[in-house]
C-alpha cells in the first residue's frame, strides 16, 4: 500500500514507482518542463531595467531626471528627459524580450506509455517522475531516464552523448536482464510496476547508484543504465524507459550554471566613452560655476536691486555651488544617449544578414544560419586562442597513397594508379 511503501524509506534519496502517479505525485517532483529563459511575466521589468541602468548613459539620464525635480537648480522641465530616456528603454526592452523568447521553454514532442496496452503521444513536458516512455531512433532524451528494454540484442542501446561531454563517438548502455525480457510488449511494460530506490538528484554525469526491487528481488543500477537528458539515441529503432529525474533535476540542468547577463567589447568601450564625457563635462560644469561664483562676489553683489539673490542664496559661493548642477542638466546633450539605439539598430541588422545568408545555408539539412541573440553579433569571429586536446578534435586525419612495390612492382607514380592498386590489394 502507499502508506507501507512511504515509511519503508527514510527522507534520503529518490523513491518512485512505475506506472504510479498517484503515488509518485506524493513526493511532489517536478514535472519536465524545462525553462532557460532569464525573464518572465513577473521579473521582466525589473530586471531589464537593472541591466539597462548598468549603462553609464541611462544611469547619467536617471540622475539628471532626479535633479530636474529640485526646483533651485532645474533649468528644464522634467518631460524633456523622460521622453528620450523612456523611448531608449522601451526600445532596449522589446530587443530584449524578442531575443529572450527565442530560448523559451522546451516542449519536444515524446512518446509515453500510458496504463493501458497502448502508447498514447504527448508532450516531454507533461511527462512525470515514474511514467514509462518509449524513445526512437535519432531522438533526443529529455528526461533522465532508466533503460528498460530496446530492439537491440541483450537490451543493449547506443547513444550519442555530444551535447553533454562533446564527445561524438557511440556509447553503449545496457538494461538489467529482468527488464530487457519486457522486450516491447505492452502488456508486460503497462504492468512493470518496480520500485526504485536512487541517489538525490545531483550534476555528477558519470554516477548513479541505485536499487531496483522488482518481484521481491533487489537489483543494482549504475550509469551505465541511465540515458541521460541531451543523449542522441543511435543505431537503436526503439527502446523503453522508466523516468527517474524530470525537468530541474535532471543531470543536465544541475550543471546548468545561472545565465548571466553577457556584454560586447563595444559595450565596455561605450561605457569608457561615456566616463569621458562625464569627466570632461564635469570638468566644464566645474569652470563655469567657479567663474560665476567669481562674477557674482565681484560684480552681482553689486547689482542686488537688479539681479537680486535668490532666498536659499547666501553668498556667491552657495550660488555657485547650485549653477553647477543648472549647468550640469543643460548640458545633457553632451551625453548621447542616442548612440545606444544606433548600436542596438545595427546589431539588429546584422542578424537579419546572417538569417539571409545563402553562404551559410546548409543544405544537406535545408537549415540556414540563425541569429539566436543580437547582443553578441559583433563578437563574432574575434578568436584570439585555439585550445585543442589529443582527441584530434580540431584536426583531420587524412591517409594518402603514395606508393608502393607488389612483386617487385613499382605502383603510384601516377595518380591515376591508386585507385587500381587499392583495387588489386583487395
Not at 543493449?156 to 525480457?181: F, H, P, R, W
Not at 549653477?323 to 545633457?332: A, D, E, G, R, V
Not at 538569417?355 to 541573440?373: G, H, I, Q, V
Request: charged share 15%; proline share 3%; with cysteine.
Amino acid at each position: 500500500s502507499l502508506s507501507l511503501f512511504l515509511s519503508s524509506f527514510s527522507e534520503q534519496g529518490r523513491y518512485l514507482q512505475a506506472n504510479s502517479r498517484e503515488l509518485n505525485i506524493v513526493f511532489g517532483y517536478p514535472n519536465n518542463t524545462i525553462k532557460t529563459s532569464r525573464y518572465n511575466v513577473f521579473n521582466f521589468l525589473p530586471l531589464n531595467l537593472f541591466e539597462q541602468f548598468q549603462r553609464l548613459a541611462n544611469a547619467y539620464f536617471l540622475i539628471l531626471l532626479f535633479l530636474q525635480l529640485i526646483p533651485q537648480i532645474s533649468s528644464l522641465a522634467w518631460y524633456t528627459t523622460v521622453i528620450p530616456l523612456l523611448v531608449v528603454l522601451s526600445i532596449t526592452a522589446v530587443k530584449d524580450a524578442i531575443d529572450d523568447m527565442g530560448y523559451g521553454e522546451i516542449l519536444k514532442a515524446g512518446i509515453q506509455g500510458s496504463f493501458s496496452y497502448r502508447i498514447k503521444e504527448d508532450k516531454w513536458m507533461n511527462i512525470q517522475v515514474g511514467d514509462i516512455i518509449k524513445l526512437k531512433n535519432n531522438q533526443s532524451v529529455t528526461a533522465d531516464v532508466l533503460l528498460l528494454s530496446s530492439s537491440e540484442p541483450y537490451g543493449l542501446t547506443y547513444i550519442e552523448t555530444a551535447e553533454l561531454d562533446g564527445e561524438t563517438n557511440l556509447k553503449v548502455k545496457q538494461a538489467i536482464s529482468v527488464t530487457s525480457n519486457l522486450e516491447d510488449n505492452l502488456g508486460l511494460l503497462s504492468a512493470f510496476d518496480g520500485k526504485v530506490k536512487c541517489e538525490s538528484p545531483n550534476n555528477k554525469l558519470d554516477k548513479f547508484t541505485g536499487i531496483l526491487t522488482y518481484k521481491g528481488k533487489n537489483y543494482l543500477l549504475n550509469h551505465d543504465k541511465l540515458l541521460l537528458r541531451g543523449c542522441v539515441i543511435r543505431n537503436t529503432d526503439w527502446c523503453y524507459g522508466l523516468v527517474i529525474y524530470t525537468g530541474p533535476d535532471t543531470k543536465l540542468m544541475q550543471n546548468c550554471g545561472k545565465s548571466t547577463f553577457k556584454r560586447t567589447h563595444m559595450d565596455h568601450l561605450l561605457n569608457v566613452l561615456v566616463l569621458w564625457i562625464f569627466l570632461f563635462l564635469g570638468s566644464m560644469c566645474f569652470i563655469l560655476a567657479i567663474g560665476h561664483g567669481i562674477w557674482e562676489h565681484k560684480k552681482g553683489y553689486y547689482f542686488q536691486s537688479f539681479l537680486p539673490w535668490k532666498k536659499y542664496v547666501s553668498s556667491s559661493v552657495a550660488s555657485a555651488i547650485l549653477i553647477f548642477w543648472s549647468y550640469f542638466i543643460i548640458l545633457n546633450t553632451m551625453v548621447p544617449i542616442s548612440l545606444y539605439v544606433s548600436v542596438e539598430i545595427i546589431r539588429l541588422g546584422n542578424s537579419c544578414y546572417i538569417n539571409w545568408d545563402r553562404k551559410m545555408f546548409y543544405a544537406p539539412k535545408n537549415t540556414p544560419a540563425r541569429a539566436r541573440t543580437t547582443t553578441l553579433n559583433e563578437e563574432l569571429g574575434q578568436v584570439k586562442y585555439v585550445f585543442s586536446d589529443k582527441t584530434g578534435t580540431l584536426t583531420q586525419n587524412i591517409m594518402v597513397f603514395n606508393k608502393c612495390s607488389i612483386n617487385g612492382i613499382f605502383y603510384g607514380m601516377h595518380p591515376e594508379n591508386t585507385a587500381f592498386i587499392i583495387l588489386y590489394h583487395f
